[in-house]
């Protein structure tokens, strides 16, 4: 399975975007599919993940202003994004989680990543 990222940009502070994530193949069998962030000089962080039965579950950072989705039949994961803040500046990268096979091996698949910028 392969993640592709995309909808990131330039937007200023208190704007929105909309990231998408397509797979290559099917994400019903993912069971935790999330977006990711890293920032200049920072760690990646989890920003918001969502499990195959649709429970969401947000950064407190995000809380309230962002909103994760997926759709099974479209094979995409999207993250709506609110009252954009400049230090919600980063690169946004896809997550997928899947645990397959007789021994529950799980794998972990990324996308390429999404800059987002946000001026104040």
């Known amino acids: 399975v392969q993640l592709q990222a995309s909808g990131g940009g330039l937007v200023q502070a208190g704007g929105s975007l909309r990231l998408s994530c397509a797979a290559s193949?099917?994400?019903?069998?993912?069971?935790?599919m999330g977006w990711y962030r890293q920032a200049p000089g920072k760690q990646r962080e989890l920003v918001a993940d969502i499990t195959s039965g649709g429970s969401a579950n947000y950064a407190d950072s995000v809380k309230g202003r962002f909103s994760i989705s997926r759709d099974n039949a479209k094979n995409t994961v999207d993250l709506q994004m609110n009252s954009l803040k400049p230090e919600d500046t980063a690169v946004y990268y896809c997550?997928?989680?899947?645990?397959?096979?007789?021994?529950?091996?799980?794998?972990?698949?990324w996308g390429q990543g999404t800059l987002v910028t946000v001026s104040s």
């Open positions: 997550n997928g989680e899947e645990i397959r096979g007789r021994w529950s091996t799980k794998y972990i698949y």
């Open positions: 193949g099917s994400v019903a069998s993912m069971n935790l």
